[in-house]
T-cell receptor, first 113, second 107 residues
Framework: NAGVTQTPKFRILKIGQSMTLQCTQDMNHNYMYWYRQDPGMGLKLIYYSVGAGITDKGEVPNGYNVSRSTTEDFPLRLELAAPSQTSVYFC????????????FGPGTRLTVL | RKEVEQDPGPFNVPEGATVAFNCTYS??????FFWYRQDCRKEPKLLMSVYSSGNEDGRFTAQLNRASQYISLLIRDSKLSDSATYLC????????FGAGTRLTVKP
């Protein structure tokens, strides 16, 4: 099993550009999550999904959008990139959302200049 | 008050030392607790779950105090390979991560 995969690994964007961060899991997990981690800080939840077709906002959703058309994929869309969105983005998945382990992808390092 | 608070450290300890981290949480309805480990520029990985009765995994011991709303992680006989950031995680549906405590174990 590949687990949770993310693409791209690195990306530099100009202010105002848009992009989609891809996330795929092959563990048949119901729950998927997007976090951002700023330098020296903890993980902040952006959006999460409890199953295909269902998404919900986390702590810091502004400036982002998500969709969940399949169990495997959970892309994160950045519209009108801003320097404040410079961060490392982690996707994660878990079978349930309560007492279950979250498995993380390797992250996408995004810089907005 | 933050939902999950940790001492950011850094903790610098010699090999063989015992080190303890604490984490406090604000939501008394929290049901699940975890410690994750994050190496530099890597993704977090589960270190251990924290059970009400306390639990041990080799050199690592985790404890939960619901009355005072904190969890702890004790590392005995520290190894160089234990150097990492340790994240406290509390599940208030969805999970909340602490900012992490950085540990450096030196020869």
């Amino acid at each position: 099993n590949a687990g949770v995969t993310q693409t791209p690994k690195f990306r530099i964007l100009k202010i105002g550009q848009s992009m989609t961060l891809q996330c795929t899991q092959d563990m048949n997990h119901n729950y998927m999550y997007w976090y951002r981690q700023d330098p020296g800080m903890g993980l902040k939840l952006i959006y999460y999904s409890v199953g295909a077709g269902i998404t919900d906002k986390g702590e810091v959703p502004n400036g982002y959008n998500v969709s969940r058309s399949t169990t495997e994929d959970f892309p994160l869309r950045l519209e009108l990139a801003a320097p404040s969105q410079t961060s490392v983005y982690f996707c994660a998945s878990s079978y349930t959302g309560t007492s279950d382990t979250q498995y993380f992808g390797p992250g996408t390092r995004l810089t907005v200049l | 008050r933050k939902e999950v608070e940790q001492d950011p450290g850094p903790f610098n300890v010699p090999e063989g030392a015992t080190v303890a981290f604490n984490c406090t949480y604000s939501n008394s309805a929290s049901q699940s607790f975890f410690w994750y480990r994050q190496d530099c520029r890597k993704e977090p990985k589960l270190l251990m779950s924290v059970y009400s009765s306390g639990n041990e995994d080799g050199r690592f011991t985790a404890q939960l105090n619901r009355a005072s709303q904190y969890i702890s992680l004790l590392i005995r006989d520290s190894k160089l390979s234990d150097s990492a950031t340790y994240l406290c995680v509390v599940n208030v549906s969805p999970m909340r991560f602490g900012a992490g405590t950085r540990l450096t174990v030196k020869p």
